[in-house]
C-alpha cells in the first residue's frame, strides 16, 4: 500500500468516527440533493466520501481501498492516483444527483464510488487479473468481475429496493475506467474487448436514463412514488418567497421604530440581503 492510500484510509477513519459522533456534522458534510442543486453547497460531492454510515461500512470501503489502491498508486504514480480516487468520488455523486434531481431529500455518504473508480481503473489496466470475492475460494478475471458489477448496480438503480447508493458505484467505476483509458489510451488496443464487454452495458444504461427517465422506478417527472414531493424548483420559489416576507417585515419594522429597534439577527438578515 502506498503513502497517499494510507493517508486516505487514515482521513476517512477520523472524519467517519466525528460523523457517528456528531451528527450536525454528519449532516453538515453530508451528500444531499437539496444541499447541492437548491443551497449550492458543492462540497458536498467530495466530504460525503469522507462520511459512513457505520462501522461495518466504514470497514468494508477501506478493505477494499486496501487491497486495489496499491497496484494503480504504484503503476500511475501518486498525482494520477488522487486524480482517479477524487474525479471518481464527484463522479459518483454527479450520476446520483442527476438521478435524483427531483428528490430533494436524497442522501448518501461513502467513499465507495472513490474506490469502484480505482477498482475499474485497475481492470482497464490489468483486465486478467483475479479478483476474490467473499465466500468464493478462487479468483474471476478482473473483466469478468467488472461486468457482473456493472450489471449488478444498473439491477438496483432500476429496482430501487434497498439504500445502497447504486448510481453513485455506477458513475464512479464508470469515471475511473474512462479516466485511466486517457490516461493510457494504448490499453483500448490492448485490452479492447473487456473495455467494451464493460463499457457497453453502462453507455445504453446511461442513454436510456438521459432519454426516458420515466424508465426509472424513482421519484422523477414521470413517475412519482410520492406525489407530494416539491420539486427543487418549487422548494426554491417556497423559500425565496419566505424570505421576501421577513425583509417586508422588516422594513415595516423600521418604518415604525427606526434602525435601532431591529435585533443583531434582523441586522444581518437586512444585510445579506442587500448583497
Not at 493517508?7 to 472524519?15: E, H, P, R, W
Not at 481501498?65 to 500511475?76: D, H, K, T
Not at 438503480?157 to 493510457?184: C, E, P, Q, T, W
Not at 419594522?253 to 435601532?260: E, L, S, V
Amino acid at each position: 500500500m502506498g503513502i497517499l492510500s494510507f493517508i486516505l484510509i487514515i482521513a476517512n477513519v477520523i472524519v467517519s468516527y466525528r460523523g457517528f459522533k456528531d451528527s450536525i456534522f454528519y449532516n453538515k458534510y453530508k451528500f444531499n440533493v437539496d444541499g447541492v442543486l437548491l443551497y449550492k453547497d458543492y462540497k458536498r460531492l467530495v466530504t460525503s466520501g469522507f462520511l459512513h454510515v457505520n462501522w461495518m461500512h466504514l470497514i468494508f470501503n477501506m478493505l477494499a481501498l486496501y487491497f486495489f489502491s496499491g497496484s494503480i498508486e504504484m503503476s500511475l504514480g501518486p498525482v494520477r492516483f488522487l486524480l482517479i480516487y477524487f474525479l471518481s468520488l464527484i463522479g459518483g455523486d454527479l450520476l446520483s444527483l442527476f438521478i435524483h434531481r427531483h428528490d430533494g431529500s436524497y442522501d448518501s455518504v461513502g467513499a465507495s464510488a472513490g474506490v469502484s473508480g480505482l477498482i475499474y481503473a485497475a481492470i482497464a489496466l490489468f483486465p486478467g487479473m483475479k479478483i476474490g470475492l467473499l465466500f468464493i475460494p478462487i479468483g474471476i478475471p478482473g473483466w469478468l468481475f467488472g461486468l457482473i458489477y456493472v450489471l449488478y448496480s444498473i439491477y438496483g438503480i432500476r429496482s430501487g429496493k434497498n439504500n445502497i447508493g447504486h448510481d453513485a458505484h455506477l458513475g464512479g467505476a464508470l469515471i475511473g475506467l474512462i479516466v485511466a483509458i486517457i490516461m493510457h489510451p494504448s490499453v483500448v488496443i490492448t485490452n479492447t474487448w473487456p473495455i467494451v464487454i464493460i463499457m457497453l452495458p453502462s453507455v445504453v444504461f446511461m442513454y436510456i436514463i438521459i432519454t426516458r427517465p420515466h424508465s426509472l422506478l424513482i421519484d422523477n417527472y414521470y413517475f412519482n412514488k410520492h406525489s407530494n414531493a416539491a420539486t427543487i424548483d418549487h422548494k426554491y420559489n417556497i423559500e425565496k418567497r419566505s424570505k421576501e416576507q421577513e425583509i417586508d417585515r422588516i422594513l415595516e419594522k423600521i418604518h415604525k421604530k427606526g434602525m435601532r429597534s431591529l435585533t443583531d439577527k434582523e441586522r444581518q438578515m437586512l444585510q445579506e440581503y442587500s448583497r
